[in-house]
């Protein structure tokens, strides 16, 4: 019986298996017959809506079939291109009367993704179009957004915080001990401190100099930004006393940000619903309070897709942190991207643009897309290197192929070094009487060896080898940059720089985004303006992970919350709690899982402004997470 019965759920699993497949086929062949339709045409004039409910990223991560199929979607993430793209092009679209963003379930962008929306919003109002912006708990990056609306709404029951960038990182070297377990690190640069951790009880004093040269530098370039478009707003006061500030509204989170000039009316999605259908039209449609004629963002991009006139410039994305093999979207698998570029280069490219928004990552991963890059130009293409919200460290070392490096003033860069975490647990093992012992033939024989210890010639290789590593980072920063190896050696040191003092080091060489990036190449390439046209190399989703993209929320509408963002000031704190949870779990699983040397940048994480959302894991449950941070991939033998 026993066998009858596991023969039986045996069988029922490949039943279910096999359901789930052709469930999949049917919609794939549905969604290409859609597809294979015209272009959507817009024919009704209202507001252009963009409801933002979740992040705003460089480049989507590929979505989970599996994840989708039992219903766990994960947090929505749009394209900064496409979000851009359709706010600039409300300019010139007779369709749209207004630009209605919706930040209620925002859950957070880089610095300078929201500087460059912002800019597209005040292009919209310079063409006399109102841009409403509808909130209910804002952060700074909500914040920098509404700013550059022509009305800011804001829920009853919600608010606005300033809340800056820093904060604090936890430091293992104390529990390291008490487990006994030695964490045996190999860097070069004073200021490469993302092992310091691992290391030390508290930042080093050198690593606290340059955390607060980042920090100010950023934090006063967001002031700047949010105090240009909105001048009366009292950011210093909300800052610097906050407690006295909510106080001083009896604790009224949106009676506070009103009173601080954050936000211009209270007031709920029906009242907002009524003041946008004032300016674009009522939903004949719709008779539920709030409704308004409006164009979604979903329905504008297809009507005006982009443009394949003239000659293509490629544009490869490098996005999250560097990895080897064929990771991404959403993480730069480095296999991946150099495959794509050297098919890319094969074609008849007129240029290429590298866009990079990521913290870096595998030094062998970074290699692999630096020398397909360096290969496309060495085949003719013009190159350019655009810097979105991060390009440190391991994001430095592709931009090192780059001819021009365009970058913004809030862009964090730099963070020139490397390093390597090998954890090892012989005082571990030993504390429980557990000993190694045995032969070898040549001091390398069975290292490195986790469980018994690393013997001395395989430390003193590892750290030459990471020191060959930074020699070889110096000289191609260099030769980049036309520096003597000497004068690089005094901006690296992996320390992190905002844009504007990069380009002052020279390791920049103008301001300005993907556009101006774009120009630069097509000007290159002996193109004017109309002859050229971008093609996306890297960002399409593919296969089964694209198909269930297609059949997420087939816009972004909606009634109220629903992708896990804060609804008041008790929801944004335990939204912190479980992303710095799940950040503390990860620095950990990130000490036993690195597979190699290392060019990753710590300062990045809490300066660059990007959203921290806990992966699918977290939601999974910490029994998981826990699980697989006791499997660590140990790194391979040398």
């Avoid at 086929?25 to 809506?49: I, Q, Y």
């Avoid at 942190?321 to 064929?326: H, M, S």
Wanted: proline share 5%; with cysteine.
């Amino acid at each position: 019986m026993a066998f009858a019965g596991k023969v039986w759920r045996l069988l029922v699993g490949v039943k279910d298996a096999l359901v789930l497949l052709f469930m999949l086929l049917f919609f794939a062949a549905l969604h290409a017959a859609l597809t294979a339709r015209a272009p959507v045409a817009v024919e009704r004039d209202g507001a252009l809506l963009l409801r933002l409910a979740g992040t705003v990223v460089e480049e989507p991560a590929e979505a989970d079939p599996l994840a989708f199929a039992t219903g766990d979607g994960g947090v929505r993430q749009f394209r900064a291109r496409d979000v851009i793209r359709a706010i600039r092009g409300a300019v010139g679209d007779r369709h749209v009367k207004a630009v209605v963003i919706d930040l209620s379930d925002f859950l957070g962008t880089g610095r300078v993704t929201a500087t460059e929306m912002g800019a597209a919003m005040d292009a919209v109002r310079a063409a006399g179009k109102p841009v409403l912006v509808y909130g209910l708990m804002m952060e700074d990056g909500g914040i920098q957004l509404a700013a550059h609306a022509s009305e800011v709404w804001l829920d009853p029951m919600g608010g606005a915080f300033v809340v800056g960038p820093g904060g604090q990182q936890l430091y293992y070297a104390g529990l390291l001990r008490r487990l006994n377990i030695s964490a045996h690190v190999y860097r070069v640069g004073t200021y490469k401190d993302y092992v310091e951790p691992y290391l030390l009880d508290r930042q080093s004093d050198a690593s606290r100099a340059a955390h607060q040269a980042l920090y100010g530098a950023i934090w006063e370039q967001w002031r700047a930004d949010v105090l240009k478009a909105r001048p009366k707003a009292q950011i210093d006061r909300v800052a610097r006393d906050p407690v006295a500030w909510l106080r001083s509204a009896g604790g009224d989170g949106a009676k506070a940000a009103l009173a601080a000039g954050l936000v211009d009316k209270l007031g709920d999605r029906a009242e907002f619903g009524a003041r946008v259908a004032e300016l674009a039209g009522a939903d004949r449609a719709d008779r539920r309070p709030g409704a308004f004629a409006h164009i979604t963002l979903g329905t504008w991009l297809r009507a005006n897709p982009a443009s394949s006139q003239g000659k293509a410039i490629g544009v490869v994305t490098v996005a999250g942190e560097i990895v080897d093999g064929k990771a991404g979207p959403g993480t730069a698998g480095g296999d991946r991207i150099a495959r794509a570029i050297d098919a890319a280069a094969d074609r008849k490219l007129a240029a290429l643009v590298v866009r990079i928004d990521s913290p870096g990552g595998s030094v062998t991963g970074s290699e692999s897309i630096r020398a397909a890059v360096a290969r496309a130009h060495a085949r003719g293409l013009p190159v350019a290197v655009s810097m979105g919200n991060v390009a440190a460290s391991g994001g430095y070392w592709v931009a090192t192929a780059g001819q021009r490096i365009f970058a913004e003033p809030a862009t964090l860069t730099g963070s020139i070094g490397i390093f390597a975490v090998v954890p090892s647990f012989e005082k571990a093992l030993a504390a429980w009487g557990v000993h190694g012992d045995g032969v070898r033939t040549t001091p390398l024989s069975g290292q490195p060896d986790p469980l018994a210890g690393l013997t001395p010639e395989v430390e003193a290789m590892l750290q030459a080898n990471i020191e060959a590593g930074y020699a070889r980072f110096l000289g191609l920063v260099g030769k980049s940059r036309g520096m003597p190896v000497a004068a690089v050696d005094a901006v690296a040191q992996g320390r992190v720089w905002d844009g504007g003092t990069a380009r002052q080091k020279q390791l920049v060489d103008q301001f300005g985004g993907l556009d101006a990036a774009l120009e630069w190449a097509a000007a290159q390439a002996h193109l004017g303006a109309g002859d050229w046209h971008v093609e996306d190399l890297t960002g399409e989703p593919r296969g089964l992970a694209r198909l269930v993209e297609s059949l997420r929320s087939p816009d972004e509408e909606g009634d109220g919350p629903g992708t896990g963002g804060a609804s008041d000031f008790a929801g944004l704190v335990a939204q912190r709690q479980r992303i710095a949870l799940d950040g503390a779990l990860g620095r950990l699983r990130h000490l036993l899982g690195q597979s190699g040397a290392q060019a990753y940048c710590l300062a990045c994480g809490a300066a660059d402004g990007a959203p921290r959302v806990p992966p699918r894991a977290t939601e999974a449950g910490w029994a998981g997470r826990l699980a697989t941070l006791l499997s660590p991939v140990l790194p391979p033998a040398i």
